[in-house]
């Protein structure tokens, strides 16, 4: 018998069918795989496929054979965010029934004024299809250790304001899918585009309200 403790490292690549995989997607596609590996941990991915009218039909099992050509394979079976619906709904109704979650009815132009940071209602159209937005409040100041940016502060109340979780159109927000995606498969470390950085205050203000 070995003595070794087994490693509880989970990495995971999310792509969406928006196109084919550029070069800084499998720049991160290794990066996360290699880091994995280098844990002794488990590689996954996941098809964020959440979003008809920008997907390109075809694209996703193009972008999967492209990972698998490089020898990108996941070590469990790929997740299709598309199949995930039941699992969303659970946890927005949570967010709704307990107060941290509210429709919303403002469009951009609404928010305009405000440079699109959502901090009261003020729609000025009251029959347009709501929204559901994350309550932030007031004061809600979000750090984390990043591994390469070091030490991350956000403001979300200032600097995002309410976080959108499903979209007027009813299509489910990209932030609430990841949170619920990442928690049911028990992900623990993600490597991602700097351009997201400052999407992971949010999401672990999420975290934390489910």
């Known amino acids: ?34 880091l994995a590996r280098h844990h002794d941990g488990t590689w996954l991915v996941r098809v964020e496929d959440l979003d ?8 996703a099992q193009q972008q999967l054979a492209t990972l698998a050509a490089f020898g990108l394979v996941s ?9 995930r619906h039941d699992a969303y709904a659970d946890a927005l109704s949570r967010l709704l029934d307990d107060g941290s979650a509210f429709e919303c ?28 937005r994350l309550r932030v409040p007031d004061g809600t100041r979000i750090a984390f250790h990043d591994g390469l940016q070091g030490e991350v502060v956000q403001d979300v109340d200032r600097e995002v304001g ?12 990209y932030q609430l899918a990841v949170v619920v ?3 049911a498969q028990g992900i623990t470390d993600i490597v991602r585009g700097a351009d997201l950085l400052d999407s992971t205050p949010r999401q672990i203000l999420l975290q934390r309200a489910l």
């Open 52 to 59: 008809p009218p920008r997907e390109v039909p075809g694209v």
């Open 1 to 34: 018998m070995s003595d070794t403790v087994p490693s509880l490292y989970r990495g995971r690549f999310a792509p969406s069918p928006t196109g084919r995989l550029h070069a800084g997607s499998l720049v991160a596609a290794l990066g996360s795989w290699l």
């Open 75 to 83: 070590d469990e079976p790929v997740i299709w965010q598309s199949t």
């Open 162 to 173: 309410d976080v959108v979780l499903r979209r007027a159109d009813g299509y489910w927000a």
């Open 105 to 132: 009815r403002c469009s951009r132009s609404d928010l305009a004024a405000v440079g699109g940071i959502h901090r009261t209602c003020v729609a000025s159209d009251r029959t347009r299809p709501p929204a559901v």
């Open 181 to 183: 995606d990442d928690a």
